[in-house]
């Protein structure tokens, strides 16, 4: 099944192909798509997912970073 990504990066809206056997999610895929390094993020969401009591600790920690980034309205588009 093919996949398509929607998203806004500081504004402007785009729109990638997605496949799961390049990237690990489809916020690894955009992130590569505009040149973002996430070795750090991705070594504080493994610390976060370690030590976090709450589910939903790790998925506010990525939203928040992401946003920082300067990503908005992330959709998954099926074709």
Known sequence: ???RIS???KGQPR???YANDKFHD?????AAEEG???RAY???ERQIAGLSKKAGDV???RDNTFIEYGF????????
Do not use: Q, R, W
């Open 1 to 3: 099944m093919a996949l």
């Open 72 to 79: 908005s309205d992330i959709k998954v588009i099926k074709d």
């Open 36 to 38: 973002i390094d996430l």
């Open 26 to 30: 489809i916020y690894e895929a955009i």
């Open 7 to 9: 998203y806004c990066f």
């Open 59 to 61: 998925k506010d920690f």
């Open 15 to 17: 729109e990638i192909n």
């Open 42 to 44: 991705l070594a504080m």
